[in-house]
């Protein structure tokens, strides 16, 4: 099992900048993000192929987050940009070895308002 553990969440107004990090106990071969918005079911923000940097987002979110990765550190982070209110969640970071993504964080708030 990989822990992950994430952080930078918080409260920021819409239009402002937000950075996620979230650092794994051990190597794997891709890291995500998701996120859970009161009274929906968890969805898919973005996500990172390790070795290769090769990224992905979700139509959402596409020219507004970059997800990247700190090597030496195990660490992969969000940068949020041009925040919506409709981005208000709570983000999960998620790990994955191959296959299905079995290894996730406890979350962290995000919050954006008016």
């Known amino acids: 099992q990989v822990q992950l553990v994430e952080s930078g969440g918080g409260l920021v107004q819409a239009g402002g900048s937000l950075r996620l990090s979230c650092t794994a106990s051990g190597s794997m071969h891709r890291m995500g993000w998701f996120r859970q918005a009161p009274g929906k079911e968890r969805e898919f923000v973005s996500s990172?192929?390790?070795?290769?940097?090769?990224?992905i987002y979700a139509d959402s979110v596409k020219g507004r987050f970059t997800i990247s990765r700190d090597t030496a550190k195990n660490t992969v982070y969000l940068q949020m940009n041009s925040l919506k209110l409709e981005d208000t969640a709570v983000y999960y970071c998620?790990?994955?070895?191959?296959?299905?993504?079995?290894?996730w964080g406890q979350g962290t708030q995000v919050t954006v308002s008016s």
């Open positions: 990172i192929i390790w070795s290769a940097g090769w990224r």
């Open positions: 998620a790990a994955t070895r191959g296959g299905s993504w079995d290894d």
